[in-house]
C-alpha cells in the first residue's frame, strides 16, 4: 500500500524558514517523481515543485522565486521542501504527491499524503 | 501560464442526478487532463487523467470527455459519496489546476 506521510509543518514568523518532510513507502521510490502542491486555507490547489526520480531536476513555480528547495534522499525514501523567507501568502496545507507516470514528471497525481499545515504568521 | 477555469463554481444536485462540470483551458492542452475529487480535510483523490481515462477503482459513473481547451466532467448518477469538489488540472505545462466546483446536497 502506497504511503506519503508529510511533518515539518508548524507556525513560523514572517522571513522565517522551515523544512517539510515527505517519508514514501509501499512503492520504488526512487523510480518515481515527486511533487509539493500546497493549498490556502478555503482555497484552491497550487502546483509548488517537482522533483525527478533520481533528483537530478527539479522545477519549480515561478511565484516562488528562489525561495523554496525541492530535494530527496532515496536511501531514506524521504521527499523534503526547505523553504526560506516565508511570507503570509505562504501559509497553507502542504501536500506531497507521488507522479502518476514515472521518473520524470508528468505533473498528475495519483497518491497524496494527508498534508501539513504551514502557518506564516507574527 | 496555462490559466484553467471551471465551471460553475457550485451546484446542488440531487442523488441520481445527472452532474456535468466544465474545464475550459486558456490555451490548447490537447488531452492532457486530470480530474480530481477532494473531500473537506483530505487529499484530493485522482479520477481522471488522459482527458478521458478512468484511475483504477475509480467508479464508471464518472467519465471525462474533452481536448484542445473545454473538457467535462460527468457523473452520470450521482451518489451520496460523491458530494465533494472536483478540481481539473492541466499538465501539458508543468501543472495549473482550475479553481474547483463544489458539488453539494440539493
Redesign the interface.
Known amino acids: 500500500e502506497v504511503q506519503l506521510v508529510e511533518s515539518g509543518g508548524g507556525l513560523v514568523q514572517p522571513g522565517g524558514s522551515l523544512r517539510l518532510s515527505c517519508a514514501a513507502s509501499g512503492f520504488t521510490f526512487s523510480s518515481y517523481a515527486m511533487t509539493w502542491v500546497r493549498q490556502a486555507p478555503g482555497k484552491g490547489l497550487e502546483w509548488v515543485s517537482a522533483i525527478s526520480g533520481s533528483a537530478e531536476n527539479t522545477y519549480y513555480a515561478d511565484s516562488l522565486k528562489g525561495r523554496f528547495t525541492i530535494s530527496r534522499d532515496n536511501s531514506k525514501n524521504t521527499l523534503y521542501l526547505q523553504m526560506n523567507s516565508l511570507r503570509a501568502e505562504d501559509t497553507a496545507v502542504y501536500y506531497c504527491a507521488k507522479d502518476h507516470s514515472g521518473t520524470y514528471p508528468s505533473y498528475f497525481f495519483d497518491y497524496w499524503g494527508q498534508g501539513t499545515l504551514v502557518t506564516v504568521s507574527s | ?1 496555462i490559466q484553467m477555469t471551471q465551471s460553475p463554481s457550485a451546484l446542488s444536485a440531487s442523488v441520481g442526478d445527472r452532474v456535468t462540470v466544465t474545464c475550459r483551458a486558456s490555451q490548447s492542452i490537447s488531452i492532457w487532463l ?1 480530474w ?1 475529487q ?1 473531500k473537506p480535510g ?5 479520477l481522471i ?1 488522459r482527458a478521458s481515462t478512468l ?1 483504477s477503482g475509480v467508479p464508471s459513473r464518472f467519465s471525462g470527455s474533452g481536448s484542445g481547451t473545454e473538457f467535462t466532467l460527468t457523473i452520470s448518477s450521482l451518489q451520496p459519496d460523491d458530494f465533494a469538489t472536483y ?1 481539473c ?1 492541466q ?1 501539458n505545462t ?7 466546483t463544489k458539488v453539494e446536497i440539493k
Open positions: 501560464d486530470a480530481y477532494q483530505k487529499a484530493p483523490k485522482l487523467y484511475e478540481y488540472q499538465y508543468r501543472g495549473t489546476f482550475g479553481q474547483g
